[in-house]
T-cell receptor, first 110, second 117 residues
Framework: EDQVTQSPEALRLQEGESSSLNCSYTVSGLRGLFWYRQDPGKGPEFLFTLYSAGEEKEKERLKATLTKKESFLHITAPKPEDSATYLCAVQATGTYKYIFGTGTRLKVLA | EAGVAQSPRYKIIEKRQSVAFWCNPISGHATLYWYQQILGQGPKLLIQFQNNGVVDDSQLPKDRFSAERLKGVDSTLKIQPAKLEDSAVYLC???????????????FGPGTRLTVL
């Protein structure tokens, strides 16, 4: 069965304390893996798409990487404004499936 | 560029009543998605349109939920009759890529928060 699992469920960091969020997936074939950020009361905001193992994308303090079984979202020197829920989603090949994980709630303390 | 628009933003109804949500995607986006997001969970895809045709509705509870996308632009999602477990945020998203293909990063609207009493 296709599924996406994110860990940890919640993470508290001090400002400047770097860390990584994990997204592990099981799909018959991966078309793409997506990272989104969701602030309370808002819809998810697109961050990155990764298509193949070894691929990396960066945006400001965020860096996403992809292997054949999982993706990591690395947050370097986070700031309080990085506090949000980070969602991972996968799109499977050969279908129209688009599966989201349950997200990691990140809180960055000043 | 205008984003995805949704209305209403909030809706409170009694169980067994009907409700409808409206979505206007980003101009030119071929694919439109409706999601249900229950508090503390990730979005769950309900239905996916490419232009005005349904490409996947495998997770749509068809006994009570319906959706349409007339003229391949805006879309409505209806629940009739509503149950308590339908309380959730209903998100609409659109993407420029074709369903099942590449370049399917999705752009989401603000959502409609539905409370069923």
């Amino acid at each position: 069965e296709d599924q996406v699992t994110q860990s940890p469920e919640a993470l508290r960091l001090q400002e400047g304390e770097s860390s990584s969020l994990n997204c592990s997936y099981t799909v018959s074939g991966l078309r793409g893996l997506f990272w989104y950020r969701q602030d309370p009361g808002k819809g998810p905001e697109f961050l990155f798409t990764l298509y193949s193992a070894g691929e990396e994308k960066e945006k400001e303090r965020l860096k996403a990487t992809l292997t054949k079984k999982e993706s990591f979202l690395h947050i370097t020197a986070p700031k309080p404004e990085d506090s949000a829920t980070y969602l991972c989603a996968v799109q499977a090949t050969g279908t129209y499936k688009y599966i989201f994980g349950t997200g990691t709630r990140l809180k960055v303390l000043a | 560029e205008a984003g995805v628009a949704q209305s209403p933003r909030y809706k409170i109804i009694e169980k067994r009543q009907s409700v409808a949500f409206w979505c206007n995607p980003i101009s030119g986006h071929a694919t439109l998605y409706w999601y249900q997001q229950i508090l503390g969970q990730g979005p769950k895809l309900l239905i996916q349109f490419q232009n005005n045709g349904v490409v996947d509705d495998s997770q749509l509870p068809k006994d009570r939920f319906s959706a349409e996308r007339l003229k391949g632009v805006d879309s409505t999602l209806k629940i009739q009759p509503a149950k308590l477990e339908d309380s959730a945020v209903y998100l609409c998203a659109s993407s420029s890529g074709l369903a099942g293909g590449y370049y399917n990063e999705q752009f989401f609207g603000p959502g409609t928060r539905l409370t069923v009493l």
